[in-house]
């Protein structure tokens, strides 16, 4: 039997919401409109780009949900460029319960909203990128909820949905597990709670890191 762990990453493997606010605000600057609150952003986490600014400008034009895209990367790259970024730690526990998920015979992916640069810069600056066999992200496939990363990365891992688990925090994952077939593992500490996760289909739902082996067996 092959297991496979799918993680997503914002929000999951690491806590970057204050980033990714600052350059969505940066973003709706240049597009000359008003950026939503915090708690508005952090709700989009996970899904694709363009995807997430038409879930926060539903009524505008499709070109300016491209434009504002492109000016979020941009916004992002100069961040990195300038030193900017602020901290993306890890969550407190995370690197250790990959390690024990590895040792109980667990393969491990990730699939993220994320660009492969983006996930990139994450792992090196963790040093985990070693733990992963697949690595699924915004750049080959459509945005979540769509099966489309999950599909790919059983491929990648030669697993089953019965044998797959997906593990994040927003119910954009949970749709998604449910759209492959997968099972669907909600994580409190993230950007959607547990309401959320539940109505997006989490079979279960883990209150802390530490939970994760244990709920996963």
Same mark, same amino acid.
């Given at each position: ?5 799918? $993680? ?7 806590? @970057? ?8 605000? #940066? +973003? ?5 409109? *008003? ?10 986490? =996970?899904? @694709? &780009?363009? #995807?997430? /600014? ?5 009524? #505008? ?14 916004? $992002? ?8 970024? %602020? ?9 250790? /319960? ?11 992916? /990730?699939?993220?909203?994320? @660009? ?13 990128? !070693?733990? $992963?066999?697949? &690595? ?9 909820? !769509?099966?489309?990363? %999950?599909?790919?990365?059983?491929? !990648? ?5 019965? #044998? *797959?688990?997906?593990?994040?925090? *927003? @119910? $954009? ?6 759209? +492959?077939? *997968? ?15 539940? !109505?997006? =289909? ?6 802390? /890191? ?5 709920? &996963?067996?």
């Amino acid at each position: 039997m092959t297991r496979l762990a799918v $993680f997503d990453c914002d929000g999951t493997l690491v806590d @970057s919401q204050a980033n990714i606010c600052l350059a969505m605000e #940066e +973003a709706f600057a240049i597009a000359g409109r *008003t950026a939503p609150d915090r708690p508005l952003i952090r709700r989009i986490v =996970g899904l @694709s &780009l363009v #995807e997430a /600014v038409r879930t926060l400008l539903p009524h #505008e034009d499709p070109d300016l949900h491209r434009r504002m895209a492109d000016d979020y990367r941009q916004a $992002f790259h100069r961040m990195r460029l300038t030193k900017a970024l %602020l901290d993306e730690p890890l969550f407190d526990g995370i690197a250790a /319960v990959i390690d024990r998920l590895r040792a109980d015979g667990w393969l491990l992916g /990730v699939a993220t909203g994320k @660009s492969d640069r983006g996930l990139a810069h994450i792992l090196a600056a963790h040093d985990i990128g !070693d733990r $992963f066999i697949t &690595l699924q992200t915004a750049d080959r496939h459509p945005s979540k909820p !769509d099966p489309a990363m %999950l599909i790919a990365a059983m491929a !990648d891992a030669g697993s089953t949905p019965a #044998e *797959t688990a997906m593990i994040g925090d *927003t @119910s $954009f994952d949970m749709a998604m597990a449910k759209a +492959a077939g *997968t099972r669907a593992v909600g994580v409190a500490w993230g950007y959607h709670d547990a309401a959320d996760l539940a !109505d997006g =289909g989490a079979d279960v739902i883990a209150a802390t /890191v530490a939970d994760l082996p244990r709920l &996963l067996a």
